[in-house]
């Protein structure tokens, strides 16, 4: 099973600046990797899968990149409804599919 | 626009079947390239992949529950069905069904999911 790690566990970043999450599989997963945003008694919505292709309706300051075992997920100008908690999720090497332990994105 | 909504019991005990439905709109399980996949996720944790079916029946279950788990379709009612025997309390969770992009079997990602449904294991 590919074990994901994501990075920090807690970030803490003003509105209107960049932030940066990280999240590293245990193999390489090529591009096989899904990133989604989690609020608060909401189930997760995709953000970007393939490592860097944005799902629908995702506004363009989302935007992923990497591929192998290193992935970051950037928001460019952080708005109000960003803050939430954000998973990776690789579907390179399943069953089952992996979910990294999270990043909690709060406001500084 | 794919709807999905979870539905079954809140509360179980310890040692009995859990059975919950998926009822889904939006979308045919009968389509070429569909799936729809279960996940589960305990409060304060992440997202754990649970089992995924396919429009023309193939299953696959996530090994470490492939023992409890049963994942079948009625695609006459729009309905998935998942039932997990042998409920233990760490397996309290909230339970999502979702659906996977259209296309190769090879995709394992979820586009669209469900409320969730809350589900407690008393022991």
């Known amino acids: 099973e590919i074990v994901m790690t994501q990075s920090p566990a807690t970030l803490s970043v003003s509105p209107g600046e960049r932030a940066t999450l990280s999240c590293r599989a245990s193999?390489?997963?090529?591009?096989?990797l899904a990133w989604y945003q989690q609020k608060p008694g909401q189930p997760p919505r995709l953000l970007i899968y393939g490592a860097s292709t944005r799902a629908t309706d995702v506004p363009a300051r989302f935007s992923g990149s990497g591929s192998g075992t290193e992935f970051t997920l950037t928001i460019s100008s952080l708005q109000s409804e960003d803050f939430a908690v954000y998973y990776c999720?690789?579907?390179?090497?399943?069953?089952?599919?992996?979910f990294g332990q999270g990043t909690k994105l709060e406001i500084k | 626009q794919i709807t999905l909504k979870e539905s079954g019991p809140t509360l179980v005990k310890a040692t009995q079947t859990l059975t919950l439905t998926c009822t889904f709109s939006g979308f045919s399980l009968t389509t070429t390239g569909v799936g729809m996949g279960w996940l589960r996720q305990p409060p304060g944790k992440a997202p754990e992949w649970l089992t995924l079916?396919?429009?023309?029946?193939?299953?696959r279950y996530n090994p470490s529950l492939k023992n409890s788990l049963t994942v079948t379709k009625d695609t006459s009612k729009h309905q998935v069905v998942l039932t997990m025997t042998n409920m233990d309390p760490v397996d309290t969770a909230t339970y999502y069904c979702a659906h996977r992009p259209t296309g190769g079997k090879f995709l394992n990602f979820f586009d669209s999911w469900g409320q969730g449904i809350l589900v407690t294991v008393s022991s």
């Open positions: 193999q390489s997963v090529s591009t096989n």
């Open positions: 079916i396919y429009w023309d029946d193939d299953v």
């Open positions: 999720q690789q579907f390179n090497s399943w069953p089952p599919a992996t």
